[in-house]
């Protein structure tokens, strides 16, 4: 029988349990599982993302579709950045994207296409202050200055953690940190309908626990094997969990796991990056 190609998050899944020292990794034809590790473990593999519904009249999509493509344009554009002229300051950045404004997409089409510089120009301009010596005041004249005041009305704005409404439709929520070279660290790209990363974080893994406990209950194949494993690939985090305060971990981590024995978030961006949120 034809061996089974791999699809990109079983790789990085297949690389990380390489890089925990795991020699005996087989590749079964069919599965589940999609590893079995020294025989006797079955290790499932699967994405962990934000699922919504794209703008009215088009077909749902997966949040990826969008934010990806997104993502990267912003990575690059956050990388040509100055940094922030206080030294020791950094600004952690979280971006929202708002469907009734979509001008941050050049046309609408099958293949998602992003104003690379509408964004880069509106950025620019938002983030100038903080590229000369800065103090309170002149953070509270950038959220004051680019602040939706009908779109955020009724809600209470720290000055020290201005958010920005850009033009096209983007809004940067700016946390300053102590961080030594200064920079401008990407941190979340979402579509605001997530109120917290822990949250959103949350909400994947039980769905994707549930929905993987499932399918191997419904084929009777629970018994097959000594210990399961689940290893998530995280699309949503930008970066390591371990960022996330204690109080925020714990609502992760607040889960039904089933049979599992060993469920672990890997990033999906960094190789060293990875979180176990249960190993018993």
Known sequence: MARR???????????????????DIRRPCSDPPDFIVDGTCAVEVTRLSQKVASVQGERARSEEEFRIPLTHAIERIIGKLDPPANNGSSWIVDFEYDWSNTKWLKARSPKVKVNSKIISDQMSEALAPLLQPYNMNVIADMHSKHCDWDKHAGEHAYLEFPHLCLECGICLELFEISHDPASFILQNVSDGEGLLVAEELGKGIRNCVRNKSDIIRNQCKVSQFKTWWLILIDHICHLPMQNLSEHELSMVRDQQFDFWSRVVVVSSRERGWHYDLISR
């Open 5 to 23: 190609k791999e699809n990109e998050d079983e790789c990085r899944a297949l690389d990380w349990l390489r890089r925990q020292g795991y020699l």
